[in-house]
């Protein structure tokens, strides 16, 4: 596989509370991450092997493999096996266009592009679904996977799949920034870990400070408030569940225009995001000219690691999100940037009370006994909001790393056909232009009516949009 790999001593520590409840999200279908990059120029196979071990000798989270003692219960990170597990399965031209005609003939499916249906091929690949048995025989589960398919007009799609316990929306970004410095030429990189810690024990002391009467406060409130929230429309409750994706896409002008709107009125992307789909949502809810209230679950998704006791780099791999649990009414005669200005105050407000921190252990547990009782749950969907979106979208611009490797299109995001959310919202904003990903789980929700759904929600965005510059 190229170069020898870095030896470290192996190592063994048990997860911790975020990360725990991650391998049970994760068994049951949601945060399954999957990159998918497509490549116009052939790929040099080696090279893409030597990039792939050294990320691997940079990042001992990535050289990890997850284990289940059966007679303690308890689950460990074995980090730095004796053995790197990491290589480069390559599918040839005949088995991915066998693979591509299967997924193809599926409903809805047709028009899709290959990368499009590869990438939800991968993120319905659940290598972690029972951790207890195949752990137990194999001494511990691979956390990281990667698959090069070979398209026809030469074409390759290169797919990394990952289990969230070790890989969060910020680690994705720097895996494949470093990958693709690693790939180019002279690419060095130069980005040791330095951590492997779950989350906990590097909150500041005092964050999560919270009462006994306070924790069962906030339990009550948390459950009561779930049973008041209004879900979108269930299609199908009973069929065995996948994750799909829909995109949500703007022009450059368009983009520009949002991104300004937002920056005006103090706000964030993910707070416009989220009043298109609300706004969207609603429409479909009521008939022309009838204002009903309806409450809405809405989760921020934050990335702790600037606020951690010792701040952490973004070079740093693992989980380090926490969420933010709200809830927002709309009537439906709301502006898009009234309804988002509010919106992103609720969060804002609630991050600058450390709710990220002290409700962590809360949400966790409240998430856990979802996952064992799905009955909690509406029609037991496992839906425990409408919609949930990150702090901060990803900013980047095509370099010449990118041209040199003919890198066309990527998509990032990760499986949510567990518990989670109706729609997952993973934005970025690429040369200006926006491109979001939106997860969904299947056949819960249908393909039909999430781009349904999207077409609104771009309705809403652009008509704001012209109301702005009109004002």
Same mark, same amino acid.
Not at 42 to 60: I, R
Not at 348 to 357: A, D, G, I, T, V
């Given at each position: 596989m190229g170069d020898a790999?870095? =030896?470290? $001593?192996?190592?063994?520590?048990?997860?911790?509370?975020? $990360?725990? %409840?991650?391998?049970?999200?994760?068994?049951?279908? +949601?945060? *399954?991450?999957?990159?998918?990059?497509?490549i116009s120029k052939?790929? =040099?196979?080696?090279?893409? @092997?030597?990039?792939?071990?050294?990320? !691997? =000798?940079?990042?001992?989270t990535l050289n990890s493999m997850l284990h289940k003692n059966p007679s303690t219960c308890s689950t460990s990170f074995i980090i730095n096996p004796p053995i790197p597990h990491i290589r480069l399965n390559i599918i040839n031209q005949l088995k991915t266009s066998e693979l591509l005609k299967t997924l193809t003939s599926r409903s809805f499916n047709a028009s899709l592009s290959p990368l499009h249906v590869i990438l939800e091929h991968e993120m319905n690949i659940n290598e972690w679904s029972d951790v207890a048995s195949r752990s137990s025989c194999m001494g511990g589960l691979h956390l990281w996977f990667a698959n090069l398919y070979t398209l026809p007009d030469q074409k390759w799609v290169l797919v990394l799949r990952l289990h969230a316990g070790i890989c969060d929306r910020t680690t994705a970004v720097s895996l494949l920034k470093e990958l693709k410095e690693a790939m180019g030429e002279g690419g060095t990189g130069g980005y040791k870990e330095?951590? %492997?810690?779950?989350? $906990?024990?590097?909150?500041?002391?005092?964050?999560?400070?919270? +009462?006994?009467? #306070?924790?069962?406060?906030?339990?009550?409130? &948390?459950?009561?408030?779930?049973?008041?929230?209004?879900?979108? @429309?269930? @299609?199908?409750?009973?069929?065995?569940?996948?994750? $799909?994706?829909?995109?949500? @896409?703007?022009?450059?002008?368009?983009?520009?225009?949002?991104? #300004?709107?937002?920056? *005006?009125?103090?706000?964030?992307?993910?707070?416009?995001?989220?009043? #298109?789909?609300?706004?969207?949502?609603?429409s479909s809810k009521r008939r022309p000219g009838n204002y009903h209230r309806k409450k809405y679950g809405v989760v921020f998704?934050?990335?702790?690691?600037? &606020?951690? !006791?010792?701040?952490?780099?973004a070079h740093e791999f693992g989980f380090y999100h926490s969420? *933010?649990?709200?809830?927002?009414?709309?009537?439906?005669?709301e502006t898009l940037w009234d309804l988002a200005t509010k919106i992103y105050m609720t969060f804002?407000?609630?991050?600058?009370?450390?709710?990220?921190?002290s409700d962590m252990a809360d949400l966790n547990f409240l998430m856990s006994k979802a996952i064992e009782n799905p009955s909690l749950t509406p029609s037991s969907s496992l839906r425990t909001s409408l919609v949930s979106a990150f702090e901060d979208p990803i900013i980047e611009c095509?370099?010449? *790393?990118?041209?040199?490797?003919?890198?066309?299109? &990527?998509?990032?995001?990760?499986?949510?056909?567990?518990?989670?959310?109706?729609?997952?919202?993973?934005?970025?904003?690429?040369?200006?232009?926006?491109?979001?990903?939106?997860? &969904?789980? #299947?056949?819960?929700?249908?393909?039909? !009516?999430? !781009?349904?759904?999207l077409a609104k929600m771009k309705v809403i965005l652009l008509e704001s949009l012209k109301m702005e510059g009109k004002a």
């Open positions: 790999p870095t =030896n470290f $001593e192996s190592q063994t520590r048990l997860l911790g509370g975020t $990360e725990q %409840n991650w391998c049970k999200a994760v068994a049951g279908g +949601t945060g *399954i991450t999957a990159l998918a990059l497509q052939e790929p =040099n196979v080696p090279q893409f @092997k030597k990039a792939l071990q050294k990320l !691997q =000798n940079d990042h001992p330095k951590r %492997n810690v779950g989350i $906990e024990e590097l909150v500041p002391v005092g964050k999560t400070k919270k +009462t006994l009467w #306070a924790h069962g406060k906030d339990m009550v409130a &948390y459950s009561v408030n779930s049973l008041t929230l209004t879900n979108l @429309k269930f @299609k199908d409750v009973k069929s065995p569940r996948r994750s $799909e994706v829909v995109r949500l @896409k703007m022009n450059t002008q368009e983009t520009d225009l949002l991104l #300004a709107g937002c920056k *005006i009125r103090g706000i964030k992307l993910c707070g416009a995001l989220i009043a #298109a789909t609300l706004l969207a949502t609603h998704l934050n990335d702790c690691r600037p &606020y951690l !006791q010792p701040s952490l780099s969420a *933010i649990s709200t809830s927002q009414e709309v009537k439906g005669e804002e407000n609630s991050k600058n009370n450390n709710k990220h921190f095509s370099s010449d *790393i990118e041209r040199d490797l003919g890198l066309d299109d &990527y998509i990032g995001c990760a499986s949510a056909h567990g518990i989670g959310p109706s729609i997952g919202l993973f934005d970025t904003v690429r040369d200006g232009q926006l491109d979001c990903a939106c997860v &969904y789980p #299947a056949p819960l929700h249908s393909r039909e !009516q999430m !781009q349904e759904l």
